[in-house]
């Protein structure tokens, strides 16, 4: 088996749509399609049939593609089962521990609520890459629309227990704004400046940030890092409780003009 290969499709103001395809296989997914030219535009590039839409939440910039590409190549819509109502042409529901396969390139699903209720991650476990829309960014976390701070920690730590080398794929290029607030929070964190050092060489040349993977996250993503003794002292709360200094983080954030 070869590994699925995965190409970035940028999409509005700052959305990634991923392509995830196997050649020898026929077979290609797109992640999270939030409008269907660009994709199909790359589709064409590349040189593929879409065969497979993945969903990982409802949002408008994460679904606005499903039914356009659905009549187009009438490929199959996955998506939260949880979540059904609210992800147009879905014909396949998924919730926790299910597996869906993509040819032969199996994915464990993950749920991981808070930014919606019910958002889900692919997990393509022997692909080494995990798919998690607004949950999880390089260096952030989405914001919280219909969960509480626990829910989203509990969905966070999830996806920690992943091993570091998973790939990780999120659906917007924030990175850059993202370490802007790192930095705010754990300035003397080196693995955070030596990463936005390079962030900003890249983000000159127009270039995509992602993927990440696990263990940079790790060490530099303020939102995992509740441990982090600087970030404790930066908020005030050298004794409080992991998901606390979480909350706490997050609020700053979203108050945070960078
Ligand atoms: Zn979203
Ligand atoms: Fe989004």
Same mark, same amino acid.
Request: glycine content about 14%; hydrophobic content about 25%.
């Given at each position: 088996m070869t590994t699925l290969q995965i190409e970035p499709v940028p999409c509005l103001r700052d959305n990634y749509a991923w392509l995830a395809f196997d050649r020898d296989e026929n077979v290609c997914a797109v992640v999270d /399609? &939030?409008? @269907?030219a660009p994709v199909r535009r790359a589709l064409h590039a590349h040189g593929l049939l879409l065969t497979h839409i993945l969903n990982t939440h409802h949002h408008p910039d994460h679904v606005g593609g499903n039914l356009e590409l659905h009549r187009e190549f009438g490929a199959e819509i996955v998506g939260p089962g949880k979540d059904r109502a609210r992800i /147009? $042409?879905?014909s396949t529901g998924v919730v926790e521990g299910d597996r869906y396969s993509v040819g032969s390139h199996s994915a464990v699903v993950l749920e991981i609520p @808070?930014? %919606?209720? $019910?958002h889900i991650a692919f997990w393509f476990e022997k692909d080494a890459a995990v798919f998690t829309g607004d949950t999880l960014f390089a260096m952030g976390c989405g914001r919280l629309f219909e969960g509480d701070p626990p829910t989203m920690w509990s969905s966070l730590s999830k996806l920690l227990t992943l091993p570091d080398s998973t790939r990780v794929y999120c659906g917007h290029e924030y990175t850059e704004a993202n370490g802007r607030f790192a930095l705010t929070v754990e300035p003397s964190n080196p693995d955070l400046n030596s990463r936005m050092a390079e962030v900003r060489a890249i983000r000159k040349e127009g270039r /995509? %940030?992602? +993927?990440?993977?696990i263990g940079i996250e790790k060490k530099t993503n303020p939102f995992l890092r509740v441990s982090s003794p600087e970030i404790r002292r930066s908020l005030g709360m +050298? $004794? @409080? &409780?992991d998901v606390d200094v979480f909350a706490a983080t997050r609020r700053r954030k979203d108050s945070f003009q960078g």
């Open positions: /399609p &939030s409008e @269907a /147009p $042409g879905i @808070a930014h %919606t209720r $019910g /995509p %940030t992602l +993927p990440s993977n +050298p $004794g @409080a &409780s």
